[in-house]
């Protein structure tokens, strides 16, 4: 059984600080993870892609892997409001199936 | 570019009915995958299906069946509808087929009375 974990949260910070947002996975035939965003009543919108270990930065975001660990985490940074949504995490283990935690509902305060 | 497009936006039905969900790609995605999200459970991997054929589905029963058309768009038949089948279904496409980035369509909200 493929599992993923996230804390529900809410995890709530400050606009202008950093959101640090973990996921552990179990199945470590993973190859790509994936962190989706959604906002309440809207479908998933992809944010970050990472495939090896290490970190990768786009723009305020910054993916890190730790594949012997089965640990990843998004930072966002200089935090906002519209950043408040459900952040998922999604590992990919091969054969197309993703599959995602639950989720973290983050809430950026003014 | 013109993104992941599902119709109907809204569906209600009666249960023991049948519901049909279409979906249409980002052009020059050949793969096309669909999820439920039921409240309180997260997204539910249901169906995979890339070139016309059923590559992988989810651990969900036979009433839920689709197929992918030549033009790479796909329909999502649920069929025997229960009350537990209301929930979010949304579709995703991507261009590489197993490891790809999968892009979400807008979803289909299903609702069983």
């Known amino acids: 059984q493929k599992e993923v974990e996230q804390n529900s949260g809410p995890l709530s910070v400050p606009e202008g600080a950093i959101a640090s947002l973990n996921c552990t996975y179990s199945?470590?035939?993973?190859?790509?993870f994936f962190w989706y965003r959604q906002y309440s009543g809207k479908s998933p919108e992809l944010i970050m892609s990472?495939?090896?270990?290490g970190d990768k930065e786009d723009g305020r975001f910054t993916a890190q892997l730790n594949k012997a660990s089965q640990y990843v985490s998004l930072l966002i940074r200089d935090s906002q409001p519209s950043d408040s949504a459900t952040y998922l995490c999604a590992p990919n283990s091969g054969y197309s199936t993703l599959t995602f935690g639950k989720g973290t509902m983050l809430l950026v305060s003014p | 570019e013109a993104g992941v497009t599902q119709s109907p936006t809204h569906l209600i039905k009666t249960r023991g009915q049948q519901a049909t969900l279409r979906c249409s790609p980002i052009s020059g995605h050949t793969s096309v995958y669909w999820y439920q999200q039921a409240l309180g459970l997260g997204l539910q991997f249901l169906l995979w299906?890339?070139?016309?054929?059923?590559?992988n589905r989810g651990n969900f029963p036979p009433r839920f069946s689709g197929r992918q058309f030549p033009n790479y768009s796909s329909e999502l038949n649920v069929n025997a509808l229960e009350l537990e089948d209301s929930a979010l279904y949304l579709c995703a496409s991507s261009q590489l087929a197993g490891v790809g980035e999968q892009y979400f369509g807008p979803g289909t909200r299903l609702t069983v009375t």
């Open positions: 990472i495939y090896s270990n």
């Open positions: 299906y890339d070139e016309g054929e059923e590559r």
């Open positions: 199945d470590r035939g993973s190859q790509s």
